[in-house]
């Protein structure tokens, strides 16, 4: 085990656009940041160029923990290892086929390209039934034959994949022993290692997506490590998983697949541990980014976590990550009239290139962040990067497009544009927390990304959240997240029985070995961490249902009427219906066991040398902002120059390096020991 | 009241957004896995005054675009004569009847008056699709049926919940008509659940913006979604364009059915004139009026996924001439088929009139079948009887940009196929194929999609297999050039001697035993365009993958490919081809925005 209590902790995490760093020495309380481009032809450049930035002194460093979007960029743009597939004879063209579903609603088109091309998709004798029963016997020979086939063909990776292998994964095993003997390394994924459920063809592409990114996930950690050793780096290297939780470099690739969106899932861990260490355990995070936002639920510090996430149109990867939705607006959201004369904010968006007006890349159709600019609330010095583009350009570009058909001067646009995008985001985060479960409501709002604290309150204020809560370094969430992350292990095991019926003690047996099965693998980690949690819930249906409610359980211990209670007490709580006469199914039991790290002291992430005595030293300049209507004469401040525990009230606005945050008239922001902005909202606006 | 136009984006995404989550709820707490999986259910608000569309839910069925406001109008216009209670706070009415302005039995309306201030504001309205609402055959698909009362218990609206209370008596009849009725109450509570979201967040809006407000920004939103469809339909160059679509047979008599559609574009309009399609049928391939007119506009919403849903939208369309014919359906007439495959027939005949016109906007036709195999018998290992449904897709159309999707869901509907080994687990058969249907798609400069191919065998008992698919005759259109899709094929293997139903895509009760076969190869999208324009290396690639035969590449577009690995023979191409290699590419226009 190594020292109880670590030194230097560096989070980095490469993102689309940038790679941000955050070291913490808990000896010294000394915080360094990094932000640099990212490098998407090997991340590892961008990595080592934060290290650098930072002036991180890699020989002092305890750890490193690491979120990485190679999985996540190989996936989605099908930059993937050359891999094969040997799977049940008749079903090769389960990958392909999918659930026959199309990616909208309305519109007869849609493309859709598998994981694996269908000459590399081979199938053999075999076939169990749904009770594990042999059908038809595994033909070794074929698999010998298939296999030799994919390697002469120049396979990297490959996947066995059989019907029915959760409920007996023998010919799975005895394939993969016969391919070891011939395949030329060891990216041999099977199709019931990772999720070891029915639904053929979500497991397919899981194990699928897995074999597909290990081979670059295997290379890239290597030669991250072999660039952090010649550095000086003696420590342990650990990698985010999409779960929240984070495994070793050594251990990583084997399930690459858990990667796959690790980066939002990190910057749902920080929210979680800010939240909890300023006492707000119930969030809805908002991470606004350029094209698109992130929204996800926290409840009681703990992050939503689902199996079933896909991450585009018929790409499900069905392992347990960190629930995180994206809604289709960000700052470079294109605004237009339509032909009925009515506004619409996206869901087209102008990107990173050439992105908002305001950039001076070339982007010619109006943006949110172009109606930012032109209200006021951002400095249009901040939002550019280049210097090409003048307000007055914004501006005559607002009023040609939008504000001529409008009837409206160019501030009366933007201010519109404004208006329609909070709408349309208030609506979007509703139904993400409805779908989960929960009223907006109860939740404080937790705001990061560059734009989410700009837009927070007025968001806030529509969905009727009470409180908004700003982290100290928003725009560096994720890398934050790294550092705050535990170890963390999720199992899944279907028991599929009605609950009458249920065998109470193969419950409690399933629950222990799970639990057995996460400690001993938490153990095997080199990290020191400070206890141990499980966390136990059930999946829970009335019988004829398809859907599944999670109800979380206090104990493992339990027993079928307090099963039955709690599902019904849970399933009221949701739906407002009672069903005293319909029976219930017990479909999963769960559990997570956690190996909780030291605690860290997040309040140096301002440095405290840095803040000036009064609110007034810590103002930067005033300008007009226009805000609910009217343009405000509204003071603007410097986040690293405000004291420590300051208050004031609304209008105001507060400028960082990563980030703007807006409070609007009628609200009250105060800053909190951590360096966190939290903002009590008002009831006017 | 002149509002504007912020105030009227801003009430418009508040009313979607009550749908919206009328949806969600709805499907969230339903048990019917047809509502809570395959989302076969819809949400909306209609005008109290006639029963016309203000918004409905975006996340609800394609083919309920604007029907519950034919049934929400009936139901006004039968208060008003007396024919039905008159309503009063917290009702909630049901009604299935498919000749009061709905689709077929088993799609149950819920409606509910919304009152402000003692007055009927408006209506709140849902469907949803329940697993069986009783009739000859479990499910409500009866291939052979004749009259409506083959096909299940009719229900005219009638309240089921009176002043929020659930009428149990009401309750207690439908329960003895149907199967597995002990589920249904959960159902009837999701459904009325929904509506009863819809409520609550109605007033919400209505207490934020004001109740004048609202109902001027209402009035104003129907007229702005007129004008929306009409600069929509100024994409279309003025005349008519014709188009034929074909339906196997009614199931019961072995003759075609034909659509015949005239689309003529007058001033900003469009008139669909259906004169001189087949007479109503014996069979259950009738269509009834307001599945017709909502079968039109998901078509145009199709094309035109921009247009808002709002009685408005659909104001500039006129359907003419379907009186007397299948598609204007009159009591006792069968009408099972009407939804899942007749409507999208009717779209089938609007994309083959329109696709000439708007080439950057239409698709040669899709599979446009929702592919019904119904499998009833016993399982003697757990003693006790089942109903099997095997829903499948198939290929969609070429279009302008892209080849079509492969295995797409039915034209009208956006659900998923139940995995194979959930279907195992289930019932008492083994699948031995589930595989692409090769060379189905339609040749084409971008070919059609191709279909779905599968085999499933009875493992244990006897049972009855139905069929209710079409497009087994014909196959789907291909457009501007391109060749149509392949053919729906059903062959039942029983004690290995081959039978292929009489009407190819419609059969009912097929006896078999264990060890029997079924294999359905569902249709493959038609082709775009030209196909001897299509690139040789994307034919090479396809015959790579082995979607087409060697023989298929050179007889269907033209390309020699040979030896191993295959490759293309560019003289062999260039002597099949002719002049005609390239050409005819530049032709296809790209999708405008």
């Known amino acids: 085990m190594a020292k109880e209590r670590p030194g230097a902790v560096v989070g980095v995490d490469v993102g689309g656009t940038f790679t941000d760093l955050v070291e913490l020495d808990q000896t010294t309380g000394r915080v360094r940041l990094a932000k640099v481009p990212s490098t998407p032809e090997n991340q590892a450049f961008g990595v080592l160029h934060a290290l650098k930035a930072a002036e991180s002194d890699l020989a002092a460093l305890d750890l490193i923990v690491h979120g990485t979007t190679t999985t996540t960029n190989a996936v989605l743009e099908r930059k993937l290892a050359k891999t094969g597939l040997i799977t049940t004879a008749g079903f090769r063209d389960v990958l392909e086929l999918g659930r026959r579903t199309r990616p909208r609603p309305y519109g007869m088109t849609g493309v859709f390209k598998p994981l694996i091309p269908r000459d590399l998709r081979l199938e053999v004798p075999e076939r169990m039934d749904c009770d594990g029963v042999v059908v038809t016997a595994l033909d070794e020979d074929a698999v010998r034959v298939a296999g030799q086939h994919l390697v002469a063909r120049g396979c990297e990776a490959v996947v066995v994949h059989f019907l029915h292998a959760y409920a007996n994964p023998a010919h799975e095993l005895r394939a993969a022993a016969i391919l070891r003997d011939i395949w030329p390394n060891e990216h041999i994924t099977m199709g019931h290692a990772l999720l070891s459920e029915s639904r053929e063809f979500e497991r397919g592409v899981t194990a699928a997506a897995n074999a597909a990114v290990q081979p670059l996930l295997d290379r890239y950690i290597r030669r991250l490590v072999e660039e952090l050793r010649k550095g000086g780096y003696a420590g342990e290297l650990l990698v985010m998983n999409g779960n929240g939780g984070m495994v070793s470099s050594s251990r990583v690739a084997l399930e690459a697949a858990k990667t796959v969106m690790s980066g939002p899932a990190s910057g749902v861990m920080a929210a979680a541990y800010t939240g909890r260490r300023a006492g707000i355990g119930n969030l809805i995070t908002y991470d606004m980014g350029g094209t698109s936002s992130d929204v996800a639920l926290i409840r009681g510090a703990e992050p939503t976590v689902s199996n079933e996430v896909e991450i585009e149109y018929a790409m499900p990867i069905h392992v347990p990550m960190v629930d995180v939705r994206t809604i289709g607006a960000g700052g470079g959201s294109i605004a237009r009239v339509n032909p009925a004369g009515l506004l619409e904010v996206g869901p087209e968006s102008a990107g990173a290139d050439p992105g908002p007006i305001c950039y001076g890349l070339g982007g010619t159709q109006p943006t949110i962040s172009d109606a930012n600019v032109i209200l006021g609330r951002l400095d249009a010095r901040q939002s550019g990067r280049r210097g090409s583009v003048t307000p007055g350009d914004v501006q005559a570009i607002f009023a040609r497009d939008l504000g001529a058909p409008l009837g409206l001067d160019a501030v009366g646009a933007a201010a519109a544009v404004i208006r329609v995008a909070n709408l349309k985001m208030a609506g979007a985060i509703r139904m993400v927390s409805i779908s989960l479960g929960a009223d907006p409501r109860d939740f404080a709002l937790f705001a990061f990304g560059g734009a989410g604290p700009l837009h927070a309150c007025a968001l806030a204020r529509e969905l009727g959240i009470p409180r908004v809560l700003v982290p100290a370094r928003p725009g560096i969430t994720n890398a934050l997240g790294c550092v705050v992350a535990d170890l963390r292990h999720d199992f899944v095991t279907t028991i599929g029985t009605p609950l009458d019926m249920l065998d109470e003690s193969r419950l409690h047996r399933v629950f222990a070995s799970q639990a057995g099965e996460g400690e001993a693998l938490i153990a095997k980690e080199n990290i020191a961490i400070r206890g141990l949690r499980r966390l136990y819930s059930v999946d829970m249906q009335f019988v004829g249902q398809t859907h599944l409610l999670r109800v979380p359980l206090d104990r493992p211990d339990v027993d079928r009427e307090t099963l039955r209670h709690l599902f019904e007490t849970a399933y009221f709580d949701r739906f407002r219906v009672e069903l005293r006469d319909i029976r219930a199914n017990l479909v999963n039991a769960n559990c997570s066991v956690i190996g909780t790290r030291a605690e860290l002291d997040l309040s140096a992430l301002i440095d405290p040398g840095g803040r000036r005595a009064g609110m007034s030293e810590a103002m930067r300049t005033r300008r007009p902002v226009h805000l609910g209507g009217c343009w405000h004469d509204t003071p603007i401040y410097w986040r690293d120059h405000l004291p420590g525990r300051f208050t004031l009230a609304g209008p105001a606005v507060i400028e960082q390096m990563d980030s703007t945050v807006l409070i609007e008239p009628g609200d009250r922001a105060r800053g909190d020991g951590d360096g966190n902005i939290v903002i009590e909202i008002g009831g006017g606006g | ?593």
């Not at chain 2, 209505?206 to 929306?228: C, N």
């Open chain 2, 1 to 593: 009241m002149t509002l504007d136009p912020i105030t009227l984006t801003v009430i418009q995404a508040g009313l979607q957004q009550v749908c919206d989550e009328m949806d969600l709820s709805f499907s969230r707490a339903a048990f019917s896995p047809v509502i809570a999986e395959a989302n076969d259910r819809s949400d909306g608000i209609y005008s109290a005054a006639d029963g016309s569309l203000i918004a409905q839910g975006s996340g609800g069925l394609p083919v309920f675009v604007g029907t519950m406001q034919y049934s929400t109008a009936t139901l006004i216009a039968m208060i008003a004569e007396g024919r039905a209670a008159a309503p009063r706070p917290d009702d909630i009415y049901i009604v299935n009847d498919p000749y009061l302005g709905g689709t077929h039995l088993m799609d149950v309306r819920f409606a509910r008056p919304f009152y402000r201030k003692g007055r009927i504001f408006c209506w709140l309205s849902n469907t949803g699709h329940w697993p069986d609402t009783g009739g000859a055959v479990p499910g409500g698909f009866s291939a052979s049926a004749t009259a409506v009362e083959q096909e299940g218990l009719r229900l005219p609206p009638v309240r089921l919940f009176k002043q929020g209370k659930l009428d149990k008596e009401i309750m207690a009849i439908i329960a003895s008509n149907i199967r597995v009725a002990e589920q249904r109450i959960g159902d009837v509570k999701a459904q009325a659940a929904a509506l009863l979201v819809g409520e609550r967040r109605l007033n919400d809006l209505l207490d934020r913006y004001g109740d004048e407000t609202v109902a001027g920004a209402i009035a104003e939103l129907h007229e702005r979604a007129a004008v929306q469809m009409r600069a929509f339909i100024a994409e279309i160059p003025a005349g008519s364009y014709d188009a034929v679509a074909r339906i196997d047979s009614d199931g019961v008599i072995d003759e075609p059915l034909t659509i015949r559609l005239r689309v003529t574009r007058k001033g900003d309009g469009l008139v669909f004139d259906f004169a001189g399609s087949s007479p109503p049928c014996a069979g259950p391939m009738n269509s009834v009026r307001a599945t017709t007119l909502s079968s039109v506009y998901l078509a145009m919403r199709h094309i035109f996924p921009e247009v808002p849903m709002s009685a408005g939208a659909f104001a500039p369309l006129r359907v003419t001439g379907i009186e007397g014919t299948f598609l204007d359906a009159q009591y006792p007439r069968p009408v099972s088929g009407c939804a899942a495959e007749v409507s999208q027939r009717i779209a089938e005949a609007v994309f083959a009139a329109l696709v000439a016109p708007l080439p950057g906007r239409v698709t040669a036709a899709p599979a446009g079948t929702s592919g019904n195999f119904a499998l009833g018998g016993h399982d003697p290992a757990r003693g006790r009887d089942y109903v099997m449904y095997q829903i499948s897709g198939g290929g969609y159309g070429g279009n302008g940009d892209h080849d079509g999707l492969s295995n797409g869901c039915s034209t009208i509907g956006i659900s998923k196929a139940p995995p194979v080994e959930i279907m195992e687990q289930a019932f008492p058969v083994l699948y031995r194929r589930y595989a692409l249907h090769e060379g189905s798609g339609g040749a084409g400069h971008h070919r059609g999609g191709f279909g779905l191919d599968y085999e499933v065998e009875l493992r244990r008992g006897t049972a009855r297999a139905s069929f209710v698919m079409d497009h087994g005759r014909f196959g789907p259109q291909g457009a501007l050039g391109g060749r149509d899709g392949a053919c729906n094929a059903v062959t039942v293997w029983r004690s290995g001697v081959a039978h292929t139903p009489q009407h190819l895509s419609k059969e009912q009760d097929i006896a078999l035993n264990p060890g029997d076969r079924v294999r359905v190869r569902t249709p493959g999208g038609g082709g775009f365009g030209d196909p001897f324009t299509r690139p040789p290396e994307a034919v090479l690639e396809d015959v790579r993958l082995e979607r087409y035969s060697v023989q298929q590449a050179a007889q269907l577009f033209g390309v020699v490919v040979d030896g191993a690995p295959p490759r293309i023979d560019a003289e062999g191409t260039q002597a099949l081809r002719g002049g005609r290699a390239g050409a005819g590419a530049a032709t296809v226009s790209r999708r405008p925005r």
